[in-house]
Each structure stands twice: as C-alpha cells, then as structure tokens.
C-alpha cells in the first residue's frame, strides 16, 4: 500500500522559511511525479510545485506565485520529496499535501491526475 506522509510545517513570520518534507512508503519514487498542493481556508487546493523523478527537461514545475521563492527536490535514498519554501507570505498560509502518481508529470491544475495523496501538514504564516 502507497503511503505519503508529510512534515515540517509550522508556523513562521513573513520573510521566514520552511521545509516540508514527504516521505513515500510502501512504493519506490521511480519514474513517478510527486506534487505539491496548498489549500488555503476556503479555497480550492491548488498546484505548488511537482517533480518528475525520472528527470529530463521540464521534469520540475511551480505555480507562478511561488516561482523563485519554493524549490522542490528529491533525495532517492530516502525515498523522500523537500519543498523548500523561502520569503513566505500571508498568502502561502494552508494545509500543504503531497501527492504522487507513477507517471509523467500533467500541468499543476490537475489535481485529479495523482493517485496517491498524504494527510497534509499546515502551514501558518502570520504578517
């Protein structure tokens, strides 16, 4: 059984960082993409960032708000997928899931295209 499970959320003051991890059980991350998705209060979830770990050219997308400031990354040893998340804002406040489907990467806006999803881990980030 494919398991996720996501860490490092928190809560900061605008301009911090944070790093979220999640760690994939029950599955290798070979050749599979691994996004993730904030869901802000009363919003629909919403692309971050995803990572195809079979590389290759565009194997790694961001939504167009967090580009230049989020990074995502892949350690294959431990079976675990980072976002780094530097200059936060009020508006990066959500619950973050990571989730995961053993193919090519589809744009950020198709949420339904992942089978896999964790349990989410919040972040707050307060002005």
């Known amino acids: 059984e494919v398991q996720l499970m996501e860490s490092g959320g928190g809560s900061v003051q605008a301009g911090g960082s944070l790093r979220l991890s999640c760690e994939i059980f029950g599955t290798t991350v070979t050749r599979s993409c691994v996004g993730w998705y904030q869901q802000a209060p009363g919003k629909e979830r919403q692309g971050v960032a995803a990572?195809?770990?079979?590389?290759?050219?565009?194997?790694?997308k961001y939504g167009d708000s967090v580009m230049g400031r989020f990074t995502i990354s892949l350690d294959n040893d431990k079976n675990t997928v980072y976002l780094e998340m530097n200059r936060l804002t009020p508006e990066d406040t959500g619950i973050y899931y990571c989730?995961?489907?053993?193919?090519?990467?589809?744009?950020?806006?198709?949420?339904?295209?992942?089978?896999?999803w964790g349990q989410g881990t919040q972040v707050t980030v307060s002005a």
């Open positions: 989730a995961l489907v053993p193919r090519f990467c589809a744009p950020l806006r198709y949420r339904t295209y992942f089978d896999y």
């Open positions: 990572l195809y770990t079979g590389g290759g050219d565009g194997s790694i």
